[in-house]
Each structure stands twice: as structure tokens, then as C-alpha cells.
């Protein structure tokens, strides 16, 4: 059975496809967790510093600079590994540093909402329209049927850019949260990638991987730093370029199934935070505690079983969308990370609430000897 699970050909698929994405990840790791340090000093120098109190639920000013030291660990893993070998490698660097340095701004001093919007729509026409390859052009079926999408292309792509940045701007609501929920979707990708062959994807994939396991050094609950409007935005479109350069162009049924179902749980949560402001007759971009992560802190979950929660359901679905890409065998592997992170939670539960599940027979055959 074991030789069924990891076979030889299995085992030379990872060597081949994934193994490239080694170096880049540790790269990116490494150079992010040397500077988070420094972002934090920056903050405090420039005064990008998040106040508790409003909305916000940590009780300490803390600093906000994050996106910055998560960007320089992902282009130094990129100008390394990338740079001379992949045209698209520029644009990339420059939109994505583009999102983190504008962002920046709301961080120090929030925009309006419609400017922040005209900030997002345009970095994705700028992705759209000036990075090589930054088009969804077609999409596969089962079957083999090829849907080119012609004249809707552009506004399809422009329209998969802007959900991304505000599905992980509206995801960063918990300690550790998107930073994490980020790096299993870059995972995911780089996955899919992998079993297609596409190697700089691969390498792409796990740079942003890197950066995200580096800042989750300082960011995991306790928080020591945030990423701010401004990481949320570089991994937004970052992650929205890669999965366009990746499995979007490539004819396989549902090509975008992959990092979409992984990011199920918070484009639904993102989609309903849109329809209930408007029919509240507010903006979509107004802030509210309503959030799946608020509510689930409001259940009585704490910032890290609120983050194991969608780390589980995220690699699920992840694993569910890379069946499609031939890697069955992650499905098993999910389904025991989801099991083990729900038993944390539920054992976290039980013991910081104190409730007791009945089972008197239990008690006698545990009890010490000598004191039935």
C-alpha cells in the first residue's frame, strides 16, 4: 500500500517539477524573516503603526510595515532564481511592488474608499495590458472543448486580478490569517504547476510561498507585525498574476478550480461582505466586524483556531482542485491535516472552556490504582 502511495513515479514527478521550487522558497524565506526586523523598526521610525481600539482587536500599537519585508523576500527569491530566464518576471515585480509601495500610503493615512478602488483597478490594468501574458484567453473543458474568450478576455482577467486583491485585503482580519491561508494556496499552485510542467510558475509559486512562511514567523498570533493594507495587496495580485501565467493558460478542465476552490471560503466570505453592504446602502469597501474570522472569534474562537480553521478548510478544497491536476494523493493528505488541525481546535475548546464530555466508564478505566 505505501509503495502504491509514494511510487517511483511519483517520487521522480516531485524531483523534476517541485524540486526547482526548493530553492526559491528558501531564498524567499530567508531574506523575508532578516527583514520583518527591520519593517518593524521603519514603522516605528515612520509612524505606520496600527492603533488598537475601533474595529481593530489586538490591545498594543503595532507595526505595519509587513508588506514591505514580505515583497523584498519575494524579489530577491525572483531576481535570483527568474529574472533572465522568464519574461514575465518583471511585470510581476514591478505591479506587485507597485501594490505594496501605493498601499503603503493607505496604511500611514486611509484612502477613500473609490480611491482605493481606482488604485486597485489600476494595477490589474496595468497587469492586463502591460505584462507579457497577463491575459485569461481561453479555458479548458472536460472533453477537450476549448473556450476562447475573445473580446471578454481582458475584462475577465481585469475583473480575476481585483477579486484577488480584495479577497486577501478582506481575509486579513486575524493574526497570522492570510499570511498562512496565502502560503497554502502558493503551495496548491505551485502543485498544479508542477504536474503541468511549467517550472517558472513552479519557482513563482514557491518564492511567494517563502515570503509568506517568513512573515508568519512574526505574524502568527501574538503578532509582533502586521502586513498591512499593503501586504495584502502585493499578495493579492501577486497570487492573481501567477495563477493567470500558470494554470489559467493552459487547456485543463477548470483550469483556475485549483486556486479558486482553495480560496472558496474567503471569495464566498468577500462576495457576501459585497452583497450585505449594498443592501445595507453603504460601500463595499466601508470596514465591518462581520467577517466569517470575526464571527468565528465572536463564537468563541481565539486568533490561532480561527486561522486553523481556514487553514484546514483551505487545504481541503486545495487538495480537492488539484484532483483535476492528477494529485489524488494529496486528497488523503489534506483530509489528515484537516483532521488533526479540527481536533486542535475542538481540544482547545474543550480546555480553555472547561465543558466536560460525560463518560463515567471512561473515568473508572482511566482512573489512578487505588482510588476507585
Not at 14 to 30: I, M, N, S, T, Y
Amino acid at each position: 500500500m505505501s509503495g502504491d502511495f509514494v511510487s517511483n513515479e511519483a517520487l521522480i514527478s516531485l524531483r523534476d517539477h517541485l524540486l526547482p521550487g526548493l530553492w526559491p522558497f528558501l531564498v524567499a524565506f530567508v531574506v523575508c524573516a532578516l527583514a520583518v526586523p527591520v519593517a518593524i523598526r521603519l514603522s516605528r521610525r515612520f509612524g505606520v503603526i496600527a492603533a488598537p481600539g475601533g474595529r481593530h482587536a489586538h490591545s498594543y500599537p503595532t507595526p505595519l510595515l509587513g508588506g514591505l519585508a514580505m515583497y523584498v523576500g519575494f524579489a530577491v527569491a525572483v531576481l535570483v532564481f527568474l529574472f533572465k530566464d522568464y519574461d514575465a518576471t518583471a511585470g510581476v515585480l514591478v505591479v506587485s511592488g507597485l501594490a505594496m509601495a501605493l498601499l503603503i500610503i493607505d496604511d500611514r493615512r486611509p484612502m477613500n474608499p473609490w480611491v482605493k478602488l481606482g488604485v486597485q483597478l489600476f494595477l490589474s490594468l496595468i497587469a492586463v495590458f502591460f505584462v507579457s501574458g497577463m491575459q485569461i484567453t481561453y479555458f479548458g473543458l472536460p472533453g477537450g472543448h476549448i473556450v476562447h474568450l475573445e473580446m471578454l478576455a481582458a475584462p475577465i482577467s481585469v475583473f480575476w486580478l481585483l477579486g484577488m486583491q480584495n479577497t486577501v485585503n478582506f481575509l486579513d482580519g486575524a493574526d497570522g490569517l492570510a499570511a498562512g491561508v496565502i502560503f497554502i494556496v502558493a503551495i496548491v499552485l505551485m502543485l498544479a504547476a508542477g504536474e503541468l510542467k511549467q517550472i517558472d510558475v513552479v519557482q513563482l509559486s514557491a518564492a511567494l510561498a517563502g515570503t509568506c512562511a517568513g512573515f508568519l514567523l512574526f505574524n502568527f498570533s501574538p503578532a509582533r507585525i502586521f502586513m498591512g493594507d499593503s501586504g495584502a495587496h502585493f499578495l493579492g495580485i501577486a497570487l492573481g498574476m501567477i495563477s493567470i501565467l500558470g494554470v489559467a493558460k493552459v487547456a485543463v478542465a477548470f483550469a483556475l478550480a485549483a486556486p479558486a476552490l482553495a480560496l472558496a471560503v474567503p471569495i464566498a466570505d468577500t462576495g457576501w461582505a459585497i452583497l450585505r453592504r449594498r443592501m445595507q446602502r453603504t460601500s463595499v469597501a466601508t470596514p465591518d466586524l462581520l467577517h466569517l474570522h470575526h464571527r468565528l472569534q465572536t463564537f468563541g474562537l481565539d486568533a490561532r483556531q480561527t486561522c486553523y480553521v481556514f487553514y484546514a478548510a483551505t487545504a481541503l478544497l486545495g487538495a480537492l482542485g488539484l484532483t483535476l491536476f492528477g494529485h489524488g494523493r494529496v486528497l488523503a493528505v489534506a483530509l489528515v491535516v484537516t483532521a488533526a488541525l479540527t481536533s486542535t481546535v475542538a481540544a482547545d475548546i474543550l480546555l480553555h472552556t472547561g465543558w466536560r464530555i460525560p463518560a463515567p466508564l471512561l473515568r473508572r478505566l482511566l482512573s489512578e490504582p487505588g482510588t476507585r
